[in-house]
């Protein structure tokens, strides 16, 4: 179990976190309590990469460009400028169904989400992605 409000409180601990499902509280709560926006994006009946495209672009206001694809999410994510966030969670709701049912798009997603981490930690800004369904090693 993470200690979530000492994890957002820095940005070099920028990162992809899974949680279990009786998380996310203890996850919306430390992240007020370090003034980063949330972003709950439920993949409960996301099936596949089109639908998934869908629902972050409507979660995150993605600008209207945006590309629905892989290399257009990495793009968004590495700006969200539209935003005006002091810091980022990123949580994604039942990410082990979405991951039963696309498992390679679960591998993209979690790849791009790595990345988008390790790019904002350079900047000096929380970024975090909780992936929750998914038990923590």
Not at 4 to 9: I, L
Not at 90 to 115: G, V
């Amino acid at each position: 179990m993470e200690n979530w409000e000492q994890v957002f409180s820095k940005a070099e601990d920028s990162g992809v976190y899974p949680i279990e499902d009786d998380g996310i509280p203890d996850v919306r709560k430390a992240a007020a309590i370090a003034g980063l926006t949330v972003f709950c994006l439920n993949l409960a009946d996301v099936n596949g990469k089109a639908g998934f495209m869908r629902a972050i672009a409507k979660t995150l206001h993605f600008p209207h460009y945006f590309g629905s694809n892989w290399d257009a999410l990495e793009d968004c994510l590495t700006d969200l400028s539209w935003l005006q966030a002091k810091g980022y969670v990123l949580l994604f709701q039942n990410m082990n169904k979405f991951d039963s049912r696309a498992p390679d798009e679960a591998t993209m997603l979690r790849t791009i989400l790595q990345n988008a981490a390790k790019y904002w930690k350079r900047l000096g800004v929380r970024f975090f992605a909780v992936l929750e369904g998914i038990n923590p090693a």
